[in-house]
């Protein structure tokens, strides 16, 4: 089975403070994935990478930024917290090779900026 | 138009009846269909993807695709409490097919 895990799944951070959440998959997928889930807004990818080093823009990449030195972690850094980017936070991760792309999701950081 | 729609619900079905989920996506060159299940506080999971036109079938999931009409849908028979949850349905863009467009989700509630 696939797994994808997620640093925390609570995450309570002051305005202002660098937040970094990890995601780790164990199934050597070359995609990943950040989304953020807010009610009534669905699912938004936020960034994505397809290759170690790379990156590429989502649908709402301001005020955040990626990291993926490894295949298997890719970094969601929040530069500097504000509280709308209080929201859950999920992880992805998908394989290049079966050609169809489905996607495993993590269990979610819900962060709270106060 | 958004890419992906869906009724977002509340679709309120007895236990034991099938439930009918429906999506319509605008991409035409759309490849590959997948439907997911969130329980609250939870997240996505995959139940079903299909690419062919036609029915697919996975126990007592059955997802169909209609690639004419830019329609796919979900039916879950024999429908259970369980079965209670949103259902997302997401689609492959055409421009870097690995990306995923999600519709709203559509909130199921199976009435016991």
């Known amino acids: 089975d696939v797994k994808v895990t997620q640093s925390s799944r609570y995450l309570v951070k002051r305005t202002g403070e660098k937040v970094f959440l990890e995601c780790v998959q164990d199934?050597?997928?070359?995609?990943m994935f950040w989304y953020r889930q807010d009610p009534g807004l669905g699912l938004r990818l936020i960034y994505f990478?397809?290759?170690?080093?790379?990156?590429e823009k989502g649908d709402i990449p301001e005020g955040y930024s990626v990291s993926r030195e490894k295949k298997e972690r890719f970094s969601l850094i929040l530069e500097s917290a504000s509280t709308n980017q209080t929201s859950m936070y999920l992880c992805?991760?998908?394989?290049?090779?079966?050609?169809?792309?489905?996607?495993?999701f993590g269990p979610g950081t819900r962060l709270t900026v106060t | 138009q958004k890419e992906v729609e869906q009724n977002s619900g509340p679709l309120s079905v007895p236990e034991g009846a099938i439930a009918s989920l429906n999506c319509t996506y605008s991409?035409?060159?759309?490849?590959?269909f997948f439907w997911y299940r969130q329980y609250s506080g939870k997240s996505p999971e995959l139940i079903m993807f299909?690419?062919?036109?036609g029915d697919k079938e996975d126990g007592r999931f059955t997802a169909q695709l209609n690639k004419a009409s830019q329609y796919v849908s979900l039916l879950i028979r024999d429908s259970q409490p369980s079965d209670s949850a949103t259902y997302l349905c997401?689609?492959?863009?055409?421009?870097?097919?690995?990306?995923?467009?999600f519709g709203q989700g559509t909130r199921l509630t199976i009435n016991p």
């Open positions: 992805a991760s998908s394989s290049s090779t079966t050609g169809v792309y489905e996607q495993y």
């Open positions: 199934m050597d997928h070359e995609n």
């Open positions: 990478s397809y290759d170690v080093k790379m990156k």
């Open positions: 991409d035409r060159g759309s490849q590959s």
């Open positions: 299909i690419y062919s036109n």
């Open positions: 997401a689609v492959t863009r055409i421009q870097g097919a690995q990306k995923l467009v």
